[in-house]
């Protein structure tokens, strides 16, 4: 054969293995690629967000202004969840935040308002409140919490009950949202020293806090976070969205930057004794500074790292006091969401880099939405307007020691609840059932009261839908109030901000709802889902038990 004939053989069959070893790296590579891309059977950690007082709106509202790695990314390459709604009538936040973790109602996992009052004991009680606890690396009376008031388990317990190797962390500013989001079994829930601007837990958690949240709050982010000037994110003319009508000439638009940051420094003022930190719960910083936790706790405790599901809890609350404090349609309100979308975007990097995006999932949603204020309203004439509780509450007082004589008849008003003064009522020899009945009527003449219910028709019905289904909801036997009441669209009570939640229409009942990462389709539901929906389906997913009073069901479209 010829030498240029072998030479040419030669150099085919070389090319023969050498294409042959590259195709057999390449497939190597690929598959090795594809295994790594490949979802475990169940996620590795779960991220459930709450933005406290988010309307379903906002999103919408906001879209062209958000970036793309923030609520956009979730909105656009997850789950949404277009008809979410809490079936109760009593929208606050701790209720809306028991709920999701429960699966269940107010009635059920007996968080009915944010506070209620005690028949038995008098006086105030304040859903989480626990004096038997300690406070661990804190202030003495910031610590004392616990979810001893919360009936039910939540799904964070079952996660634990099925795994004493997960670990379920709760993070918040505020106490009580961290403890509910985690539950009774939690590994650790953390939440914001007021006094102090550093991170704390208690006794019925930890011994002691973790070197690495130690290490956090050495770095003193609530120092830095609480003096700086909270300005406007963009140029003050873009923020057409927000109800810029107040703001009428150049120069008044030019300075509002200004007058953010002097209001969020009016909000609370220093005290001489010691530092108050509290203003990080009404400006963005502090949804920085609980994003900045969050983080920690997946690299300080190592979350998602392990096939044992983690669950970790961040709950933002500074959206709910900005809302009420500004209102749905204020600048402030906008300018939050904007600073929160980059927050956002950033968490979501975190987590991508750290767990992978087919490792974790992720679950975004509200604790109740919020009204627009009476004075907005009013100015678009819609029907609307604020609901004075203490003048009611004096007129119905009147009205009783008028009809049956002098005496403390009430003994509180709470939440659009009355309770009544049983033990009067019976040494009077009166009945319970006919008082509340006189009590009920009398509430209705009130201008923007819609309903009333007594409890004796709450114990003794069934409702099946409707107004009066969610009133039963929210009732709870032994700490709802006598007569619950409920006010006419767009009416809220006043309160010391401009607006409030607290009620069964859509700007408070209808709030977002998106599942993203893990095995989750992108796509668009419709159906209807209902908040209690939410822990079953994530059991449902992961393979445990339902929390033990939960009464949703999983949603199809989620699971399927």
């Not at 392990?306 to 906008?334: A, N, Q, V, W």
């Amino acid at each position: 054969m010829a030498p240029l004939t072998l030479l040419f053989c030669f150099s085919m069959k070389k090319f023969f293995w050498l294409g042959l070893s590259v195709f057999f790296v390449h497939g190597l590579v690929s598959k090795s690629f594809a295994q790594i891309n490949i979802p475990p059977e169940k996620p590795k950690l779960i991220v459930q967000i709450v933005v406290s007082q988010m309307r379903y709106d906002y999103i919408q509202r906001y879209s062209h202004k958000f970036g793309t790695d923030g609520f956009m990314q979730l909105a656009n390459q997850g789950a949404f969840c277009r008809n979410a709604r809490y079936n109760y009538l009593l929208t606050q936040s701790l209720p809306g935040i028991a709920t999701i973790a429960t699966g269940t109602y107010p009635s059920v996992h007996g968080i009915v308002s944010n506070k209620w009052y005690s028949i038995n004991n008098g006086g105030v009680v304040y859903a989480l409140d626990d004096q038997s606890v300690s406070t661990v690396g804190g202030s003495y009376s910031n610590g004392k919490y616990s979810p001893k008031n919360l009936i039910t388990s939540t799904i964070g317990d079952e996660i634990r009950l099925i795994d004493p190797r997960s670990k379920v962390i709760g993070v918040s500013l505020e106490p009580a949202s961290a403890i509910i989001s985690s539950g009774h079994n939690a590994n650790a829930a953390y939440w914001l020293d007021v006094e102090r601007g550093t991170w704390i837990s208690n006794s019925h958690y930890v011994d002691s806090l973790p070197t690495w949240v130690d290490s956090l709050n050495a770095k003193e982010y609530g120092s830095v976070y609480i003096n700086r000037d909270w300005t406007l994110l963009n140029d003050a003319s873009s923020y057409f969205e927000a109800d810029t009508s107040v703001v009428k000439t150049p120069e008044a638009r030019k300075h509002i930057g200004q007058k953010l940051a002097s209001m969020v420094r009016g909000i609370v003022k220093p005290r001489k004794a010691q530092r108050d930190f509290s203003s990080l719960l009404e400006n963005p910083f502090g949804i920085t500074y609980t994003k900045d936790m969050a983080i920690e706790a997946i690299i300080g405790e190592e979350l998602g790292k392990d096939e044992h599901t983690d669950l970790l809890s961040i709950t933002f609350t500074s959206t709910r006091l900005i809302g009420e404090k500004y209102g749905p349609h204020s600048i402030e309100m906008e300018d939050v969401y904007l600073r929160l979308d980059k927050d956002l975007a950033h968490l979501i990097k975190l987590l991508n880099t750290e767990i992978g995006k087919q490792n974790y999932l992720l679950i975004l949603t509200s604790d109740q939405g919020v009204a627009s204020s009476p004075n907005h309203l009013e100015k678009s004439k819609i029907p609307g307007g604020y609901f004075e509780p203490h003048h009611a509450e004096i007129l119905l007082s009147s009205y009783l020691n008028i009809t049956y004589g002098t005496g403390q008849w009430v003994l509180g008003y709470n939440e659009k609840q009355i309770y009544l003064n049983r033990r009067l009522i019976e040494d009077s020899n009166l009945s319970l059932r006919d008082f509340q009945d006189k009590v009920a009527q009398f509430m209705l003449q009130f201008t923007g009261v819609a309903n009333t219910v007594t409890s004796y028709t709450l114990q003794s019905s069934n409702f099946t839908g409707g107004i009066f289904q969610k009133f039963q909801n929210s009732y709870n036997q032994r700490r709802s109030g006598d007569v619950i009441i409920n006010l006419e669209p767009g009416w809220v009570e006043r309160n010391a901000g401009v607006t409030s939640a607290n009620s069964p229409y859509n700007y408070d009942a209808h709030v977002p709802l998106i599942w993203y990462g893990w095995q989750i389709k992108r796509r668009q539901v419709l159906s209807p889902v209902s908040m209690t929906d939410i822990a079953p389906t994530i059991s449902t997913l992961v393979g445990i038990s339902w929390p033990s009073g939960a009464s949703g069901t999983p949603i199809r479209e989620i699971i399927e």
